[in-house]
């Protein structure tokens, strides 16, 4: 997808020719493999690393064009939203120190990009997903304008013919619509890759897969998403439904989803990847493609492909093959898309110095992991350990079903030591970085635990907006210092600052999780919820979720008195006591702008609606009481 000149994909003879593109690349892919033209014998590593950018109220910074071009360097480019960016890594050799030297640069170029987005007034963040994000900054007035972006967006959309529909139950549950792509650019991840010889691709890409679930389990850090606390790795699931571009079926059909996991262990060589791939998705995008690739071979020359990886960049499998042409060789790689960013570069760099070691150790142990493992074990593993990280219980050769800390300290650690020995890592190096996965596994706290744990803390002493605040200043800080998660203290509500820039909108101080009635139900059902929930209002939503009416404690009263007097009977639908003239705000609207409005309309509640006039939330007399004590405390310590 870093092509620029990428076309429209509805244009059908467009589409045609491309794909007949397509095939000759394949085609010549096939023939080098056959005659042995791709590079062997050389084994170079390389990285990926997304950035999130944040504002002063630690809320998603839409700045990235203008960091980028202050940058001004081919190394940094942009991402799907303007609140991230990337960067990429010059690949480096494998030799003994070639990982602190990845680290070295990775840390310099987030140096870079924090020097250029303090002068626009935004902060950079390692995060997989950042906490702050909300469904509102999804818009495609958010989406970076670069014309393959949104080709991207109207293609993944025209496939679908419908609006995406997410359903994520972890300990929490997220059940949301949405009308774009602009979820996937929640997700920041650290994508590393691994130049392989082509006579060993199958074998090395199948242990990609097999040690997938077991390096993804040691490094999740992506546990929340709009407030709720979802899979350790929520990136997981959201990218999926995010790009999957499959509708409803009548039939007990299957149809494989752009971004996966895979189906089956690959035999021979990479070829049948790429092939499966173009036989199970359209083509969705074209772009001018001059090259004859069959006639660069017969020259000499190695071909580009770039028919080939465009497709190969509409699809997204979690262990990618990636071909590539470096100072003039062509070469193959497998592109690791599991590891999320952060929650530090040294925890970054050890999640693939683990991998990097497992994919030779494994190697070394087990001369064919299919033989001994099934395929189906390997992708119940990811979902376990996506679903569950240090939690999961993982199949693995030789071995009954262990839990994933048992797994990784007894048996992978040691196989990562060895691989890494083997590929000539600097001894200190392989001490450094197995220290910090075997410090994580041990304490449990991967970032992802880090997170929940915090976000348990400060959510009995603060409300939503200013949680998720918290964490994004309080991981900024301790980042800062370089040391590991597993040794980083929980966030506490001092880490977030100055407490206003917290309460400034609806959206940051509204109760989402609220308790509704029908119009047609029992009056009585409504006074039971308010008496059971503790509460004085209750919204009366249709089967839409629209917002028609109001109940008050008030009306409930007065219905009371009147049926004392004889003058009523409470066997009445909801309907004949709402207020149906509601006063509503958006979720963005100013609070003190809410706080007026209950001023003068002499109301304790305002029901929080969205343009479709959706209830969204409500935000309430006791909402601002337990914010103003919350501050008068605050002002008060500090006085």
């Known amino acids: 997808m870093g092509e620029q000149t990428i076309k429209h994909g509805s244009d059908s003879a467009e589409l045609r020719e491309f794909t007949r593109k397509l095939l000759a690349d394949l085609h010549a892919l096939e023939r080098m493999l056959a005659d042995n033209v791709i590079e062997s014998g050389v084994t170079r590593l390389g990285a990926e690393q997304e950035l999130a950018l944040v504002d002063e109220d630690w809320r ?98 025209r496939l679908r013919g419908r609006n995406y529909d997410f359903r994520i139950k972890g300990r929490d549950e997220l059940l949301i619509e949405h009308d774009n792509v602009m979820l996937e650019a929640c997700n920041t991840s650290f994508q590393i890759h691994f130049q392989v010889a082509p006579e060993r691709f199958a074998t090395r890409y199948n242990i990609a897969q097999a040690v997938a679930a077991p390096v993804l389990a040691a490094a999740t850090n992506s546990p929340l998403l709009f407030g709720r606390s979802l899979w350790r790795e929520t990136r997981i699931a959201l990218f999926q439904q995010s790009i999957d571009t499959r509708a409803p079926s009548a039939h007990l059909r299957d149809m494989s989803p752009r971004v996966s996991f895979g189906r089956a262990w690959v035999a021979e060589s990479a070829l049948e990847i790429f092939q499966e791939d173009l036989a199970r998705f359209k083509v969705i995008m074209s772009t001018d493609v001059d090259e004859d690739p069959l006639s660069c071979l017969q020259e000499g020359r190695a071909p580009e492909l770039r028919a080939l990886r465009l497709h190969n960049g509409t699809v997204y499998r979690w262990n990618r093959p990636c071909y590539g042409v470096s100072k003039g060789k062509p070469h193959l790689r497998i592109e690791n898309r599991v590891l999320p960013a952060g929650p530090t570069v040294l925890d970054e760099m050890a999640n693939a110095a683990f991998w990097f070691g497992l994919m030779s150790g494994v190697g070394d142990s087990y001369e064919d992991i299919t033989r001994v493992m099934e395929f189906e074990q390997a992708r119940e593993n990811f979902v376990r350990a996506a679903r569950l990280g240090l939690g999961a219980q ?84 301790r980042e800062s210092t370089g040391e590991p998660v597993h040794t980083w203290s929980l966030a ?37 919820v308010m008496n059971w929930q503790h509460i004085r209002h209750v919204p009366v939503e249709d089967e839409e979720h629209r917002l028609v009416g109001l109940v008050s404690h008030r009306a409930l009263l007065r219905l009371v008195s009147e049926t004392l007097e004889g003058q009523a009977t409470t066997a009445k639908p909801v309907s004949e006591i709402m207020n149906t003239n509601v006063i509503t705000v958006r979720p963005e609207t100013p609070t003190l702008e809410a706080i007026r409005l209950m001023r003068i309309h002499r109301i304790s509640c305002l029901p929080v609606v969205d343009s479709a006039n959706r209830l969204a939330g409500i935000v309430t007399e006791h909402d601002f009481m337990e914010i103003a004590r919350q501050l008068l405390e605050d002002f008060l310590r500090e006085d």
């Open 60 to 157: 998603p910074a839409m700045v990235n064009l203008e960091v980028l071009e202050r940058i001004d360097d081919p190394h940094f480019t942009t991402e799907l939203g303007k609140f991230n960016i990337e960067f990429n890594l010059d690949p480096v050799d494998l030799a003994s120190g070639c990982l602190r030297q990845m680290e070295d640069e990775i840390e310099r170029y987030i140096g870079v990009a924090r020097q250029s987005a303090a002068r626009s007034g935004a902060s950079v963040v390692l995060t997989g997903i950042l906490p702050t994000l909300d469904k509102s900054d999804l818009t495609l007035d958010n989406m970076t304008p670069v014309p393959r972006y949104f080709q991207l967006n109207e293609a993944m959309t």
């Open 394 to 477: 993982f199949h693995w050769p030789g071995q009954p079903q262990l839990p994933a800390q048992k797994l990784i300290l007894d048996v992978l650690a040691p196989l990562a030591r060895q691989g890494l020995k083997s590929l000539g890592i600097d001894e200190a190096d392989i001490d450094r970085y197995l220290a910090v996965i075997e410090g994580r596994v041990d304490s449990f706290q991967t970032g992802a635990k880090w997170i929940i744990r915090s976000y348990d803390e400060l959510r009995q002493k603060c409300t939503r907006s200013k949680s998720l605040a918290t964490l994004v200043a309080a991981s900024m800080q």
């Open 492 to 528: 506490t509500p001092a880490d977030a600052g100055d407490q206003r820039k917290h309460y400034l909108r609806i959206d940051q101080i509204m109760t989402t999780d609220l308790f509704t009635v029908n119009r047609d139900e029992l009056v009585d059902m409504a006074a039971y």
